[in-house]
């Protein structure tokens, strides 16, 4: 069997933001087993699983990804929506849009130490819309 919503997240500042709250309040009730995937509709955030402990590890992949892909790079064409917006589109190619977690038990089977990371890669990216797909 297969469920699926599509829910439209809050505005994000440019950062890594856990949602993994967020996205468990809004999920149907849960199976003994299966599995969830989340996908996000847009070409410049991503969506993540890292550490939800500690945040200076979201500053660190936020200084990393901006050393590795910087704005204003000379090389970029595609300009016309900002210095963020090529970068973002870079960047998300390289996290992702979606993440596949297990359920067990009813639950998300995250480790102790992981989290969803909503990867907002503008400036102002505006509310973001994800779908959830369970699969039983």
Same mark, same amino acid.
């Given at each position: 069997m297969t469920e699926q919503i599509?829910?439209? #997240?809050? !505005?994000?500042?440019?950062g890594y933001h856990i949602i993994t709250a967020l996205i468990e309040e809004r999920l149907p009730s849960l199976p003994d087993k299966g599995l969830v995937n989340i996908f %996000?509709?847009?070409?410049?955030?991503g969506l993540s699983i890292n550490e939800n402990a500690d945040? !200076?590890? /979201? @500053?660190d992949f936020e200084s990393f990804l901006n050393k590795l892909i910087? @704005?204003?790079?000379? +090389?970029?064409?595609?300009? *016309? @929506?900002?210095s963020d917006d090529m970068p973002a589109h870079l960047k998300? !190619?390289? %996290?992702? $849009?979606? +993440? #596949?977690?297990p359920v067990t038990n009813?639950?998300?089977? #995250?480790?102790?130490? $992981?989290?969803?990371?909503?990867?907002? *890669?503008r400036q102002?990216?505006? $509310? /973001?819309?994800?779908?959830i797909t369970l699969f039983t």
């Open positions: 599509t829910i439209k #997240l809050p !505005s994000f500042p440019k %996000i509709h847009h070409t410049s955030a945040p !200076s590890v /979201r @500053e910087p @704005e204003n790079d000379p +090389v970029y064409k595609h300009i *016309f @929506e900002g998300s !190619s390289l %996290i992702g $849009q979606s +993440v #596949l977690i009813g639950k998300l089977n #995250l480790g102790t130490w $992981q989290g969803i990371y909503l990867c907002e *890669f102002h990216g505006g $509310q /973001r819309k994800v779908t």
